[in-house]
């Protein structure tokens, strides 16, 4: 008899203290901090893109707004509080996660998603919760209908079509200056980004009047890409282009080096404005060309190159991690001119503010919703990945035509 | 052209081949279904890479320590992971599923530890992109080094299976545990050995395909679908199989890339994979060749 009441006792007082600590841990959040969610793939095959340009500015991002004492919140100092989940890179996790920060995490913002494909498949929740959703590693031809369906979405990287039209028209001046044939050939990954990619290319290609000797897909996960790289080098192209993965990229660019393919333009899918390829390539990078790139000479961009190395180990990826950086810091200043944390009223800063961010002064587009301007194709030139198209933009660098052969390996 | 192809698929075929036979030592004579196969093989990448630029060995060089460490470290995993299950399990029926869900944990415990030390980017480096001329058309040596080595291990693991006391003892196990006990072997001596000469092959792989291939800490699975696919074209547990497997598949895929179309590779795979399962489900080289 005794005993169980002592255990009754102990049960209650275990009941009592959890409840107790349970309403005091929330209370004491709510007062300082901003709670900020996102859910992104730490394993699984999308790990490696999250973990090249996502995770590691939203790190940056978090490390810089609480050294700095926070979020200047209506003149309140508010730190940043991270909820985050790992969805195995897989979309119906990432919909169950992001579901959960709404609901019962209950955070202020969150942050999106790695890639496309999951970008469009959270932005119903998006949309039904009210947050707003600035994609900064989403390449959609919709962007336009996607920003009307759910205002509160930016697509920031804008459409496969403008990457494909700016370096069709670069092609077209290049070719008008007497440097370039019009024979182009194009390899391209049979997935998402590479297939909107190859359409747009084709169309933009054959637009500007340039001819395609060689065009193939090639599935996802190829590992020998040596008969593709000898089948464009018989074609004898001027210009070579590849829709590429990462992977591939790299793969593609080393059996082009080892059997001397040289064409006057050489460019590369995703992976050229990775950190990765100039180490693996050193010199031999030089004049590679690709999506992305940056104002090399600009403060803010050396700053933020400088500290992203010091706060994660690595350099910034020369493309979306830039544009990502720059969606965070607008992020910050909406919060912080709305001078709440309410998300419409953040929300309506977004779509009507101007923001200084890395990437210069910007308003977001109104129709595409993405950040103008930024650079679409871009180049390596003595050791950095400069930005090429569009050529009036502030630090856009001159094509250096025909790319230097590759050096021998080693 | 067709030399450009052939080599092409040759190059290919040995690593498919290389990175199969560890698998169909481990499936055919320890009975052990590793999941967690291609994590080992990106362990030993990764390994590799650490090696050439922390210390500036070179992964060749570096063979020599990685293999025998995977040896070692696969004998520990046998003896402390999987010998439990063997010794529960009532029939190979049930050792082959306790092994799948043992090693499926196993697969997220090696690639959880390669993300927390590597993090999850891709990993690459330039080692041996030399270009040599072979009848005519240039290819790296790196994917040489590969083959000759797919084919020095395939041959020479087919020969010591066939002429040695130990390669005879593992084949009987391979063929009935219970039968070779009767003989006295030590079955689980033998197939803890089969089981670590998979995990220093798997190693071996690992570490050369790292010269030419951009990897990931989470790219493993991929490793062992491939693996899979020639172990079974090849005969369960038939290393020469495997090696043989393998080639005819790299020389498909490089035949189809070259002459038709590149988006058709995967297809040729599992066309291929499909006929033999159809026509000789027990594999190219299933029972007759061990």
Known sequence: MTRSLAGRAITLACCILSALAALAAPARAQETTVKIGYAIAKTGPNAPGAGVTTLPNYQLWVKTVNDAGGLNVGGKRMKIEVVEYDDRSQSEETVRAVERLATQDKVDFILPPWGTANNLAVGPLFHRYGYPQLAGTSVTDRAADLAKRWPNSYWLLGTGGEYAEALA????????????????????????????????????????????????????????????????????????????????????????????????????????????????????????????????????????????????????????????????????????????????????????????????????????????????????????????????????????LPKPEWPKAN | MLIDAILSGLTLGGMYALIAMGLTLQYGVARILNLAYGEVVIAASFAAYLLITATGIGPLAGLLLIVPASFALSWGIYRLLLLPLVRRARNRGTLEVDSILATFGLLFVVQGLLLIVFGGNYTSYSYLNTAVEVLGTTVSANRLVVLATALILGVGFYLALMRTRTGTALRAVAVDPVAAALVAIDVRWAAGLAFALGGALAATGGVLVSMMLTFSATIGVVFTMKALIVVIMGGVGNVLGALIAGLILGLAESFVATFGDPGLTLAATYALFLAILLFKPEGLFGRAGR
Do not use: C
Not at chain 1, 197 to 219: C, I, M, N, Q, W
């Open chain 1, 169 to 400: 028209s670069l092609l077209d001046k290049l070719r008008g200056e007497g440097k370039i044939g019009d024979k182009v050939a194009m390899a391209s990954i049979a997935d998402g980004f590479g297939i909107e990619l190859a359409s747009a290319g084709r169309a933009a290609l054959t637009k500007h009047g340039f001819k395609l000797v060689y065009d193939e897909t090639y599935p996802l996960g190829t590992q020998d890409l040596a008969p593709i790289v000898s089948k464009a080098k018989a074609a004898s192209p001027d210009v070579f282009i590849a829709f590429s993965y990462p992977p591939d990229t790299i793969g593609i660019s080393a059996q082009a080096q080892l059997i001397g393919f040289n064409p006057k333009v050489f460019y590369a899918g995703v992976g050229v404005a990775f950190p990765l390829y100039k180490e693996r390539f050193k010199g031999a990078a030089e004049g590679v060309m690709s999506l992305g790139g940056i104002h090399a000479g600009n403060e803010a961009v050396k700053v933020y190159i400088a500290r992203h190395k010091e706060a994660t180990g690595r350099e910034p990826d020369r493309w979306a991690s830039l544009v990502t950086y720059a969606s965070l810091q607008a992020l910050q200043q909406a919060i912080e001119k709305a001078g709440s944390i309410d998300k419409a009223a953040v929300s309506k800063e977004l779509s009507s503010g101007t923001f200084d961010t890395i990437l210069g002064k910007f308003a977001f587009d109104k129709t595409t919703r993405k950040i103008p301007g930024f650079f679409t194709v871009g180049q390596w030139q003595n050791g950095e990945f400069v930005g090429l198209v569009p050529g009036d933009a502030p630090g856009a660098a001159q094509p250096v």
